[in-house]
């Protein structure tokens, strides 16, 4: 579905030079997963018969360093309908706090924040409304109220604010890294030492488009670790975070050699994802700490650990199921 007729854009000096995607996020405006995104759909193409030696109406790589005056037309999708966003109850997504301002929620795994292009399960949003839940309609119309995200496959704590006031205040407290996030994560061995601080930066992968890796010129990246409980073949870590990168965590620790038990994008042992029955990322976003937004009162969420994760925890243990 298209937004309208395709936007023809010319790169300019300050993006020369640059992948494709990054190119289309910043002059788009958009996020760069999601102009891969729309690279990877066929929505930007080559808008002159010779940009580059390419011919007009072939797709663009994203991969592809576009030069200044290089000629692309960008098909940008519609955005999300509010009046067709796929409203529906969220199984398994329990409300752990709600008050006028804002609401908490322990996201199961499988469930987006929000909607997106070419995403068709289930979102916290739609099933917050589906529980009759108001939301802030702040913030782009499929994004509203979200003021933080957990990828697909992670679970845990989230909160969404209900009020315009709120949304505010939420949004430039984690754009300030105020809030704490505590994340626990079975990672594969036990790193050494066992506790320490991993500063590293985080960047696109060189050669996969849709990873991410410690690469030099990356963003800053900064994750504080301590070691739970070793398990002889893998180790429970309490992390927090002091920047938000995509992914950072599994990338961080898929870099010192020890990625999150069942994370195969990032190299984890596919022969221990399956003793311990995992099919995702053992990541669980365990506990969050933020001012309330209007009575700044200290609040603290915390979300157990799910079935799945509890389960390949018990594998592990000292006479537990083989």
Known sequence: ???????????????????????????????????????????????????????????????????EGAAVAVDEPEPVDPAEMKVEAVQDMTLLYEDADMVAVDKPVGVAAHPSPGWHGPTVIGGLLASGVEIATSGAQERRGIVHRLDVGTSGVMVVAKTEQAYSVLKNAFRDRLPVKTYHALVQGLPDPHQGTIDAPIGRHPGHDWRFAVVEGGREARTHYRLIQAYGRASLMDISLETGRTHQIRVHFSALGHPCAGDLTYGADPNLASDLGLTRQWLHAYELSIDHPVTAEQMSFRADYPADL??????LEPGGPQ
């Open 310 to 315: 509890t389960e390949a925890i018990k594998i």
């Open 1 to 67: 579905m298209s937004g309208g007729a395709p936007k023809t854009f010319q790169v300019p000096e300050e993006l020369a030079g640059k992948r494709a995607d990054a190119v289309v996020a910043g002059i788009c405006g958009v996020s760069r997963t999601e102009a891969a995104g729309w690279i990877a759909e066929g929505r930007v193409t080559w808008a002159q018969y010779r940009t580059q030696g390419r011919f007009a109406g072939v797709p663009v790589k994203k991969s592809e360093k576009l030069a």
